[in-house]
């Protein structure tokens, strides 16, 4: 089974408009971690966010805001007030005591 | 602070031939991984190292590549001989510790560059 699934290949949105991108995950770990990064056509991956399994609270970072929930097994990603920058790959990731693995990611295209 | 490095940037060789990549990761950083990341799709990990020390090599394809973090610093992943299939992007990411059974924020990983490899 996936340890992580990301089921949009490709989103678009209107900039200064909010988007979801959809992340679910499969551990039988009590204790885990899921992450979020961008990829831009650099190719360098950059951490957005990071939630733990124990936080009770949704983790936000600015524009970036993760909506957990844990009984049932997601963590998608939201981004207010999308700028063109924001163009580029998304990857959920999650960490447990086998390893950590990434989706397959989300391409992400704002409009002007 | 100093991010993660990766050289080189860019290498292309023949299939069968030899090629090393280093990585050198943030200051203070115990725990260095190798990804290989195939043009569309998300990276898969390969080796991950806690100061000197392997943690998980699972995916690591041990009859062609080989890694070592012999001062606990700095890493290289070496492939020997190469193969078409192994043309992709190979991502070092270091994080401050990892431990089992926590999952928390220190293992955040923060990556490098990266190095485009093409076998041709």
């Known amino acids: 089974a996936q340890k992580i699934t990301q089921t949009q290949p490709g989103m678009f949105v209107q900039e200064k408009e909010a988007v979801t991108l959809d992340c679910t995950y499969d551990?039988?770990?009590?204790?885990?971690?899921l992450f979020w990064y961008k990829q831009p056509s650099s190719g360098e991956m950059i951490f957005l966010i990071y939630?733990?399994?124990?936080?009770?609270q949704n983790a936000t970072e600015g524009r970036y805001s993760l909506n957990f929930q844990k009984a049932r097994k997601s963590a998608n990603l939201v981004i207010s007030a999308s700028q063109l920058g924001d163009s580029a790959m998304y990857f959920c990731?999650?960490?447990?005591?086998?390893?950590?693995?990434f989706g397959a990611g989300t391409r992400l295209t704002v409009k002007p | 602070e100093a991010g993660v490095a990766q050289s080189p940037r860019y290498k292309i060789i023949e299939k069968r031939q030899s090629v090393a990549f280093w990585c050198n990761p943030i200051?203070?950083?115990?725990?260095l991984y190798w990804y290989q990341q195939i043009l569309g799709q998300g990276p898969k990990l390969l080796i991950q190292?806690?100061?000197?020390?392997?943690?998980?090599d699972s995916q690591l394809p041990k009859d062609r590549f080989s890694a070592e973090r012999l001062k606990g610093v700095d890493s290289t992943l070496k492939i020997q001989p190469a193969k078409l299939e192994d043309s992709a992007v190979y991502l070092c990411?270091?994080?401050?510790?990892?431990?089992?059974?926590?999952?928390?924020?220190?293992?955040?990983?923060?990556f490098g560059p990266g190095t485009r490899l093409t076998v041709l």
């Open positions: 200051s203070g950083h115990a725990t």
């Open positions: 190292f806690q100061n000197n020390g392997v943690v998980d």
């Open positions: 939630q733990g399994s124990y936080d009770e």
């Open positions: 990411a270091s994080s401050l510790e990892w431990m089992v059974g926590r999952g928390d924020m220190t293992d955040t990983q923060y």
């Open positions: 990731a999650m960490r447990d005591n086998d390893d950590m693995r």
């Open positions: 551990t039988s770990d009590q204790s885990y971690g």
